[in-house]
């Protein structure tokens, strides 16, 4: 009996030592290491690359690579990574030898940006986002940017913050997160003379509108978007950048809970300034890409609608619209959804704190939230012409104006 007692205690001892050291390679090996892809190529910058590329990137990299204090391309916190994932920053992608991407050859960023995997054999964790299938043309139109003299990438300094990944992070980029295969076939975009094929590229191999459409991140099939559970259906639990959670949107042709009901004019309205065909603000992440060309969007729309009609009401937990105007300046900070983008301190997308030396009068300012496209016609902020009350500019100004005085205070 008491040897058996022995063994079994033995067991015991064995399976949690086994265990332990399991946690343990997880929690300090980190993220584990992949041999690099290696790809030889130089890509040739021509103008056109170059400005084909700085749209692409406006619409795909530099939301969340650019510090909007520096207005540089240097990194800074991910405030839209779910806490159970620890804290992320994304990196300096300037080009600054050492702390940039000022050294890497042409086909290490290819290698990244196809496979996830760096040339250090780090892999980018999946809020990096891979372009497995984009189109050749395309990706090389993007490193030639990254190669230009955009002021966006001028070197800078910045050393790269380490990722401060939880458990859970670390477990998950063993088991499920996983760099793409590459097999260094040319990758061409379908003619835009074939809008559906073009519209499907698009929507699956560019800024994966998928995804997040789908019914959840866990299901999503990324070398087959359409087997994706609950495909363009929506209900995906987003975070905005005030930490609330922004379900994705039906965009099926389904006429009830879906697009169905929407003009192409609508859909080319909502993603290239952020409006729906109800006047409603769409709210981050979802945040206007005016560099769509219309060709484009409606070739993206002209998919859309073949995809299967999914009947799925998502909740969308949308303000009030209408009803009498407000007077508190962050009630209504709150309502028109300037929170998801801007977070609960004015530093979400720009800087809110930082930025506003460059609207001195608060006619400026609020002429800016009235219409930022006036501005700069790239600004990812959407036109509120119209939908906010007259009446309640100028108690949203005074609140935004707040937000320099309370990091001053903080700062003292
Ligand atoms: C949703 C946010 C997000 C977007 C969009 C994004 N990145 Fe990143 N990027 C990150 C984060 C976060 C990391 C760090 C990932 C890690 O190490 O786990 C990163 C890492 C990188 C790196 C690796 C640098 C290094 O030193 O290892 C490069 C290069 C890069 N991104 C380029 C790009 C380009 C080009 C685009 C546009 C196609 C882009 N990123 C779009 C968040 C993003
Ligand atoms: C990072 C995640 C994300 C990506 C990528 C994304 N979306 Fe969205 N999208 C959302 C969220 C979240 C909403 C809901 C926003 C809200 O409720 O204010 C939304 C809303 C929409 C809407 C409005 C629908 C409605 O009923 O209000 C359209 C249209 C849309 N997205 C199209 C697209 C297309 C096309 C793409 C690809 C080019 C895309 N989205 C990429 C997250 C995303
Ligand atoms: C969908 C996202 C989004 C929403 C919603 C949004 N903004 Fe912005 N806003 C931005 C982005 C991104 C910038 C940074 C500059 C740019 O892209 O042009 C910005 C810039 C600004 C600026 C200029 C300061 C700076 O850092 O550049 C002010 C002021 C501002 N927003 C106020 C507001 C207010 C007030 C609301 C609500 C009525 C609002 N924003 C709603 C995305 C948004």
């Known amino acids: 009996m008491r040897m058996v007692l022995k063994i079994l205690l033995g067991l015991i001892v064995l399976l949690l030592v086994i265990g332990g050291s399991f946690v343990a390679v997880i929690h300090f090996g980190g993220v584990p290491q992949y041999d690099p892809p290696r790809i030889d190529l130089q890509v040739e910058l021509t103008p056109e690359r170059v400005a084909r590329g700085k749209d692409l990137s406006r619409m795909s990299c530099n939301e969340c690579h650019l510090d909007f204090e520096k207005g540089r391309l240097s990194g800074r916190r991910m405030f839209d990574v779910p806490p159970v994932f620890g804290v992320a920053y994304s990196t300096n992608i300037t080009q600054d030898p050492v702390h940039g991407i000022g050294s890497w050859t042409d086909g290490e960023l290819i290698g990244l940006l196809r496979t996830g995997i760096g040339r250090d054999g780090h892999f980018s964790m999946p809020?990096?986002?891979?372009?497995?299938?984009?189109?050749?043309?395309?990706?090389?139109?993007?490193?030639?940017?990254?190669?230009?003299?955009?002021?966006?990438?001028?070197?800078?300094?910045?050393?790269?913050?380490?990722?401060?990944?939880?458990?859970?992070?670390?477990?998950?980029?063993?088991?499920?997160?996983?760099?793409?295969?590459?097999?260094?076939?040319?990758?061409?975009?379908?003619?835009?003379?074939?809008?559906?094929?073009?519209?499907?590229?698009?929507?699956?191999?560019?800024?994966?509108?998928?995804?997040?459409?789908?019914?959840?991140?866990?299901?999503?099939?990324?070398?087959?978007?359409?087997?994706?559970?609950?495909?363009?259906?929506?209900?995906?639990?987003?975070?905005?950048?005030?930490?609330?959670?922004?379900?994705?949107?039906?965009?099926?042709?389904?006429?009830?809970?879906?697009?169905?009901?929407?003009?192409?004019?609508?859909?080319?309205?909502?993603?290239?300034?952020?409006?729906?065909?109800?006047?409603?603000?769409?709210?981050?992440?979802?945040?206007?890409?005016?560099?769509?060309?219309?060709?484009?969007?409606?070739?993206?729309?002209?998919?859309?609608?073949?995809?299967?009609?999914?009947?799925?009401?998502?909740?969308?937990?949308?303000?009030?619209?209408?009803?009498?105007?407000?007077?508190?300046?962050?009630?209504?900070?709150?309502?028109?959804?300037?929170?998801?983008?801007?977070?609960?301190?004015g530093r979400g997308l720009g800087n809110l704190a930082a930025n506003l030396k460059r609207f001195p009068q608060d006619s400026t300012l609020a002429a800016w939230i009235r219409n930022a496209s006036l501005f700069d016609p790239h600004t990812r902020m959407p036109s509120y012409e119209g939908r906010i009350r007259e009446s309640e500019y100028e108690p949203l100004v005074r609140f935004v104006r707040g937000f320099a005085d309370q990091a001053a205070a903080s700062h003292r």
């Open 127 to 345: 809020w990096m986002p891979k372009l497995p299938r984009m189109a050749d043309e395309d990706l090389y139109s993007l490193i030639a940017w990254l190669r230009s003299d955009d002021p966006l990438l001028e070197a800078t300094p910045e050393p790269n913050r380490p990722q401060e990944l939880s458990f859970l992070a670390k477990f998950l980029s063993r088991v499920a997160f996983k760099p793409f295969e590459w097999d260094g076939a040319p990758r061409v975009a379908p003619s835009p003379a074939d809008p559906v094929e073009f519209g499907r590229y698009l929507v699956h191999d560019h800024l994966e509108c998928y995804s997040c459409h789908s019914a959840d991140f866990k299901t999503v099939d990324d070398l087959d978007p359409p087997a994706s559970e609950g495909y363009m259906g929506g209900g995906n639990r987003l975070l905005s950048l005030d930490g609330e959670i922004i379900l994705s949107a039906n965009i099926t042709p389904d006429h009830e809970t879906g697009i169905g009901a929407w003009s192409e004019e609508d859909f080319v309205r909502a993603l290239r300034e952020g409006i729906r065909p109800d006047g409603r603000v769409l709210r981050y992440p979802m945040s206007r890409r005016p560099e769509y060309t219309v060709e484009e969007a409606q070739a993206m729309f002209a998919y859309l609608r073949t995809v299967p009609a999914l009947r799925n009401p998502v909740d969308r937990r949308f303000h009030e619209q209408g009803g009498p105007a407000l007077a508190d300046g962050r009630a209504i900070y709150e309502k028109y959804g300037c929170i998801t983008c801007h977070g609960p301190d």
